[in-house]
């Protein structure tokens, strides 16, 4: 009997306890913040501790990190010691298992199948805003940048809200470029940019010119070994899983009014403006307005976002929802990119 009174007591006074919250954040291995307040763009993710597995992390978080991914944009993965580049490919292929590897426009990496060098292109000049491969009949919808070595100084990867952007812009610009797309025309000329035979990834002229006709891009063959391609593509776009309005375009990066003064003289003293190695106008082939592009350019700078690169920073973004520069630097730096699920044109129509 007095162990039953002595149950029932214990009984009465635990259904008194009033049961208290328990924090599931102490259980989660990472951690979730921004860079800076008030800042969405990226989405920073850490690990609690120093013994989290990151690509095994992912594997059971895919769902989540496609979710913030679309929700930001853009996410950094830092301080997960991912100390090299199979690492990083690794990574990138757990999250998409058919990586891009026949990019044409960056030379491949000395490690892994599906990883590039970034832009080969002098430190001390910028690579100005552009969503990857938009210039072409297809894209990755995702991207990946791997800091190998972060530069003495400089060399960040600025990045911009596309929907920020279409948001930000006159209407009646958006709605000209809805109509009259873009026009990139591009002149391969032996040793300035890529040359075709390591953009096409092949030295068979028929080669060449099959992929332009299946990919609806006008090519011509010059003199000298030289080759003429346009292609119309999409300024703005619709992108295919948020059904979001962006900015997706490569105007900042092939418009001959974006390079600096000297850049432009001494291109112009060398060439006919038919004959730079790039350039682009309206899809009907007229110029875009000087005082449009002023206009573009205010706008991606008021929007950029800029942070410092750490060595084994993972950047992922959203090719489509964040567009991407360069700034010059100082020093060796290296920044590998891994690309992959590929989007083609009629998935974006507007």
């Known amino acids: 009997m007095k162990n039953l009174a002595r149950w029932e007591s214990n009984l009465s006074r635990f259904k008194k306890v009033i049961p208290k919250p328990i924090d599931l954040s102490k259980f989660n291995p990472v951690k979730t913040a921004y860079l800076k307040s008030g800042e969405t763009l990226p989405l920073l993710i850490q690990p609690r501790s120093d013994n989290v597995d990151l690509v095994a992390w992912t594997k059971l978080n895919l769902e989540f990190i496609e979710r913030e991914l679309l929700n930001h944009g853009a996410l950094l993965f830092r301080d997960f010691y991912i100390n090299s580049m199979s690492e990083f490919e690794n990574f990138a292929l757990t999250i998409c298992a058919d990586l891009f590897g026949e990019y044409g426009d960056l030379p491949r990496a000395s490690v892994g199948a599906n990883v590039y060098e970034s832009t080969p292109y002098p430190a001390d000049q910028a690579i100005l805003f552009h969503n990857e491969s938009s210039h072409l009949h297809c894209w990755?919808?995702?991207?990946?940048?791997?800091?190998?070595?972060?530069?003495?100084?400089?060399?960040?990867?600025?990045?911009?809200?596309?929907?920020?952007?279409?948001?930000?812009?006159?209407?009646?610009?958006?709605?000209?470029?809805?109509?009259?797309?873009?026009?990139?025309?591009?002149?391969?000329?032996?040793?300035?940019?890529?040359?075709?035979?390591?953009?096409?990834?092949?030295?068979?002229?028929?080669?060449?010119?099959?992929?332009?006709?299946?990919?609806?891009?006008?090519?011509?063959?010059?003199?000298?070994?030289?080759?003429?391609?346009?292609?119309?593509?999409?300024?703005?776009?619709?992108?295919?899983?948020?059904?979001?309005?962006?900015?997706?375009?490569?105007?900042?990066?092939?418009?001959?009014?974006?390079?600096?003064?000297?850049?432009?003289?001494?291109l112009l003293t060398l060439f006919q403006e038919e004959d730079l190695p790039r350039n682009c106008y309206y899809g009907d082939g007229s110029p875009i307005e000087n005082s449009i592009i002023e206009e573009i350019n205010e706008v991606l700078r008021k929007t950029a976002v800029s942070f410092s690169w750490q060595q084994g920073d993972i950047l992922m973004v959203d090719n489509m929802l964040t567009a991407h520069a360069r700034n010059p630097y100082l020093g060796p730096r290296q920044i590998v990119v891994a690309m992959g699920e590929m989007i083609h044109k009629a998935s974006i129509a507007l």
């Open 140 to 266: 990755p919808l995702k991207q990946w940048f791997f800091c190998v070595q972060p530069a003495r100084q400089g060399g960040e990867t600025p990045i911009v809200d596309c929907r920020k952007v279409c948001q930000l812009l006159d209407s009646t610009i958006i709605k000209r470029f809805k109509q009259k797309h873009i026009m990139y025309v591009r002149n391969f000329t032996d040793g300035l940019d890529v040359s075709w035979q390591n953009f096409f990834k092949t030295t068979n002229k028929s080669a060449v010119e099959e992929f332009c006709t299946n990919s609806a891009m006008y090519f011509k063959w010059l003199g000298h070994n030289r080759l003429r391609t346009r292609k119309v593509c999409p300024a703005v776009a619709k992108h295919p899983k948020t059904g979001d309005i962006v900015w997706f375009n490569q105007i900042q990066h092939w418009h001959l009014a974006c390079l600096d003064q000297a850049t432009r003289e001494s």
